[in-house]
């Protein structure tokens, strides 16, 4: 009972030790993933909201094709008055484009730039940038695209990391099992010597 008692003590302290890196693992390459989700809304918005504060026309700045935020994985921007109002769009869903939580326009109003993951509806995710500008108009730039293959490629690494981890546990195991089972002998000798 003492042998079964001191593997399993020693399988527990090693298994607490692999979860925790299995752990950080996921976590930093989720975390990396989502970040870097928002690159390329970073220069749309920012580039977009130094325009409109030059003076150049929302139409101008805003592309006339159409994505399609439920099904599309291009980037969009859409632009907005001082008030929230929708100006212009190069996205709709479902027939319209939805309104930009006012949270964080008051957010963005104050720190001139926020990156968020946008749920308009269940089922849609948008890593989106909104940055605010000034200038003969003031107003708001949200770049958006859909993180679908983001969200796809954190499932799969998921996995992976479950499996690693399970495997991990298994093998953790299986090496303090054979290891008291070979070291145990010596060391009740040298106690009873």
Not at 44 to 69: C, F, I, Q, W
Not at 76 to 96: H, M
Not at 114 to 138: F, L
């Amino acid at each position: 009972m003492k042998k079964l008692n001191r593997v399993l003590f020693v399988w527990f302290a090693l298994a607490a030790l692999a979860s925790a890196v299995c752990l950080l693992v996921y976590v930093v390459a989720q975390q990396t993933w989502r970040t870097s989700a928002n690159d390329p809304q970073i220069q749309l918005a920012r580039d977009a909201a130094a325009a409109l504060a030059a003076g150049r026309a929302v139409e101008t700045v805003v592309p006339r094709e159409s994505v399609d935020m439920e099904r599309s994985l291009a980037p969009f921007l859409i632009v907005l008055d001082a008030d929230g109002k929708v100006l212009a769009a190069s996205a709709s869903l479902r027939g319209s484009v939805p309104g930009v939580p006012k949270g964080v326009l008051d957010y963005v109003r104050d720190r001139g730039e926020d990156r968020i993951t946008w749920q308009p509806i269940g089922g849609v995710r948008i890593a989106s940038v909104v940055v605010s500008y000034s200038g003969a108009r003031s107003g708001y730039v949200l770049a958006g695209r859909s993180l679908e293959e983001t969200q796809h490629r954190v499932t799969q690494f998921g996995s992976l990391i479950g499996l690693a981890w399970a495997a991990t546990l298994v093998g953790l195991l299986v090496v303090v099992a054979a290891g008291n089972r070979i070291l145990a002998p010596a060391a009740d000798q040298n106690f009873s010597s």
